[in-house]
Nanobody, 115 residues
């Protein structure tokens, strides 16, 4: 069964850091461009960052540029999102998927930035 599993979320104070991880079960990620997406309460899901299959090309939403870094380890079949200088407006459920999204959405991982 194809499944994406996001992990690494939590509660952090403004200015703090978290590292999210996206793992695949039952299939390999390495041939796919992968994106991180987020959905805040009452808002539509939005793209945060994406990385190509080789890992040598990345893109970021303007709102996270300079604070978030996406990376992948094809040997481990994972795609990570390092989030620094977190702000309350980064609070959301974070998801990974292909970019553009074509697979079923996983459960996501909750990120809450609050003092």
């Amino acid at each position: 069964q194809l499944q994406l599993v996001e992990s690494g979320g939590g509660l952090v104070q403004p200015g703090g850091s978290l590292r999210l991880s996206c793992a695949a079960s039952g299939f390999t990620l390495r041939f796919k461009a992968i994106g991180w997406f987020r959905q805040a309460p009452g808002k539509e899901r939005e793209g945060v960052s994406c990385i190509n299959n080789k890992g040598d090309s990345t893109n970021y939403a303007d709102s996270v540029k300079g604070r978030f870094t996406i990376s992948r380890d094809n040997a481990k079949n994972t795609v990570d999102l390092q989030m620094n200088s977190l702000k309350p407006e980064d609070t959301a459920i974070y998801y990974c998927n292909t970019n553009p999204p074509t697979w079923s959405w996983g459960q996501g991982t909750q990120v809450t930035v609050s003092s």
